[in-house]
Nanobody, 116 residues
Framework: QGQLVESGGGLVQPGGSLRLSCAASGFTFRNYAMRWFRQAPGKDRELVAS????????DYTDSVKGRFTISRDNAKNMVYLEMNSLKPEDTAAYYC?????????WGQGTQVTVSS
């Protein structure tokens, strides 16, 4: 059974930075595309960033382009989301997701709060 565990969330001032980490276990990590989603209170879950299984292709939602960077380390079964120039509207619970064909795993989420 696949498992994802996020970490690295917290409270940060506007303009600050955070690095989220997601540790994967229980499945062949290198075969899965990985994605970061976020969900703010009262809003739908939103796809923020994605990375291909090899790490060669990345994609971002427009609102985070140029500020967030997704990366992965297939040797360590880890995926990361580097977040810079954070804004109050980035406040949300952030979730790690692994997907391959019909296989789909989710983490429990980590809270990011951007506030002065």
């Amino acid at each position: 059974q696949g498992q994802l565990v996020e970490s690295g969330g917290g409270l940060v001032q506007p303009g600050g930075s955070l690095r989220l980490s997601c540790a994967a276990s229980g499945f062949t990590f290198r075969n899965y595309a990985m994605r970061w989603f976020r969900q703010a209170p009262g809003k739908d879950r939103e796809l923020v960033a994605s990375i291909s299984s090899s790490g060669g292709t990345t994609d971002y939602t427009d609102s985070v382009k140029g500020r967030f960077t997704i990366s992965r380390d297939n040797a360590k079964n880890m995926v990361y989301l580097e977040m810079n120039s954070l804004k109050p509207e980035d406040t949300a619970a952030y979730y790690c997701n692994a997907i391959m064909l019909h296989y789909n795993y989710w983490g429990q989420g980590t809270q990011v709060t951007v506030s002065s």
